[in-house]
């Protein structure tokens, strides 16, 4: 803009010598109209900026990735004037990354109207993207002035999910005690609520509603009917990353694309069965439990995860509250850690019918427990390694 000024010094400089140099007054008349343009103008731009506003729009939430988002800049302008020139820096950030990309955008706008521009941004690695205005201003007519125009939701953050990998998982561990569940057990005091297990003889506390009127009525004393404890398929799913030192931003962006990977895969198919399954992993200072009850859970889970990657690391404490009084069927503890320092409590102090301890790794270990099934997954194998994988 420095230049236009120039120009428009120059032009006051060669009015005032012509309106000197002019007898008549028409010269006079220019060299006003000359000095009264720029508060016009100015005025023009103070009220074009108390008249619009401008905001990102996306309609997707989360997509996967490789996938193109379209995002929306919407530029209302609830006054009459046309400015040919606004300006837009777009700033976006990735959660893994700390090399943000920039985006410069210029549009019109028109006259009580609303102009939509429409960018497509895509990401090569899963995470939470963070799309912000960060500049925004409008020129007047002659490039004399700027102003600041105002930002309406300004920011959006969008979920890069990772991509889903085909597995098949061995059903091997038997369903235990649940009182969230709506499924009984069979031939033991768990069968179903329609069918009596055993009747005894009635104590205080016990519910009205299971007395036995029938035998009861035949008897001087009050009986009461057993049904069945509930039980479920129970399985706890504990995710630890352990943040690594990497060379540059793309390798380590790599390296945590492959633990989710599978860690996105593993839920999935969690949410595809039948299953009471829960997910638990550490988050600063506190242990994070989430159910898998569903798989439009998934983006949510996912979200809160991506803000704990980077200090996720376990302490055996935290592990054994989340496992403690608590009987599962399958737990599967997924780590990234080759060190395995938590094997010995989900060995050791974990009430499972199936343990496994799933480690993404290009190490090899010699890892033998007795009630524990380990596995070593390279990264560039994920599917295959973690196939027949028993829960």
């Known amino acids: 803009m420095w230049w236009t000024k120039l120009i428009y010094l120059l032009l006051l400089v060669g009015l005032a010598i012509f309106s000197i140099l002019y007898i008549d007054s028409f010269a006079v008349i220019l060299l006003l109209c000359a000095l009264v343009l720029p508060v016009i103008l100015f005025i023009c731009l103070l009220w074009v900026k108390l008249a619009s506003q401008v905001s990102l729009n996306c309609k997707k939430a989360s997509c996967t990735v490789h996938e193109s988002i ?26 893994f990354s700390e090399k943000p990309e920039k985006i410069q955008l210029r549009f019109p706008l028109h006259g009580n109207n609303q102009t939509e521009l429409t960018f497509y941004v895509k990401a090569d690695y899963c995470g939470a993207l963070t ?36 597995f098949a998982l061995q059903e091997t561990a038997p369903p235990v005690f649940s009182v969230e569940s709506d499924q009984y057990a069979q031939d033991r005091a ?4 329609s069918e009596i297990f055993n009747i005894r003889e009635y104590h205080e506390g016990d519910a009205v509603s299971r007395i036995h009127w029938k035998l009861s009525s035949k008897s001087d004393q009050l009986f009461i009917r057993e049904f069945g404890f509930p039980i479920e398929k129970q399985i706890l799913f504990v995710v630890e990353y352990l943040p690594e030192v990497f060379s540059d931003t793309e390798e380590k962006m790599q390296k945590i694309q492959a633990f989710l990977t599978l860690v996105y895969s593993f839920a999935i198919v969690l949410t595809k069965e039948n299953y009471i399954s829960g997910m638990a992993w550490h988050d600063e200072n506190k242990l ?59 060995e050791h102090q974990t009430e499972a019918m199936q343990k496994n301890f799933v480690i ?30 028993m829960i």
Request: hydrophobic share 40%.
């Open 288 to 346: 994070v439990y989430q159910s898998l009850r569903g798989k439009e859970q998934i983006p949510e889970i996912f979200r809160e995860l991506y803000h704990a990657i980077d200090h996720m690391t376990l302490e055996a404490q935290d592990l054994r509250e989340v496992l403690a009084d608590r009987q599962y069927s399958s737990v599967t503890f997924m780590t990234n850690d080759s060190r395995a320092q938590l094997l010995p409590v989900l």
């Open 131 to 166: 799309i912000r205005i960060e500049k925004l201003y409008i020129l007047d007519y002659f490039h004399l002035f700027r102003t600041k125009m105002k930002k309406f939701n300004n920011e959006i953050e969008i979920l890069i999910l990772p991509e889903k990998l085909d």
């Open 190 to 193: 768990g069968d179903d609520p």
């Open 70 to 95: 379209p995002i929306s800049l919407i530029a209302e302008n609830h006054c009459p004037l046309f400015f040919p020139k606004v300006f837009a820096t777009v700033r976006i950030c990735h959660a």
């Open 360 to 389: 993404l790794t290009e190490e090899k270990n010699d890892f033998s427990p007795e009630q524990v099934a380990v596995r070593i997954i390279p990264p560039d194998r994920i599917a295959e390694g973690i196939a027949g994988l």
